[in-house]
């Protein structure tokens, strides 16, 4: 990563930018409803991470949340696993190595705490995320499409 960004872990509600790149990533939810999920994640620091970068300047360019699963996860042999629940980097910084030093910052995070497999998913239409995971060296192990039915 560029000398011209920095990685810090969000430690609070009110980390600048966490919200507005939650809300990028993942636009189907509120911000409140965005704010309630962020705070189960800070009341969990052993389980879960999270981690912003920022520019010289302080602003937010990508941010990265990380989990430990127990539970099984598709395509592993080990538990716990570390398990990226989502990334986003802004637009302007792609292709510049963030999202690299994020996956490796996780990855390490992970190893730490005793696992042996980072995993992570993307949508099936989702090509752009299917080709930057095969470049970070993750191999695609299955495909899935979940169906639900009200009673």
Not at 23 to 48: K, N, V, Y
Not at 101 to 123: F, H, M, P, V
Request: proline share 3%; hydrophobic share 40%.
């Amino acid at each position: 990563m560029s000398s011209k960004t920095f990685i810090e872990r969000c430690s609070s509600l009110d980390q600048p930018g966490w919200l507005e790149m939650r809300l990028a990533l993942w636009s189907d939810a509120t911000a409140d409803e965005h704010r309630g999920h962020m705070a189960i994640l800070l009341a969990q620091p052993e389980r879960f991470l999270q981690l912003m970068v920022y520019d010289e300047n302080g602003r937010p360019v990508g941010f990265i949340e990380g989990s430990l699963r127990s539970d099984y996860v598709n395509g592993t042999e080990s538990s716990p696993v570390g398990f990226v629940e989502g990334i986003y980097v802004a637009p302007t910084w792609r292709r510049k190595g963030i999202a690299r030093q994020l996956y490796a910052a996780i990855a390490d995070w992970a190893k730490a705490r005793g696992c042996r497999e980072l995993a992570s998913d993307a949508l099936v239409d989702n090509e752009i995320s299917q080709r930057a995971h095969r470049a970070l060296g993750f191999r695609e192990t299955e495909r899935v499409v979940y169906f639900t039915k009200v009673l």
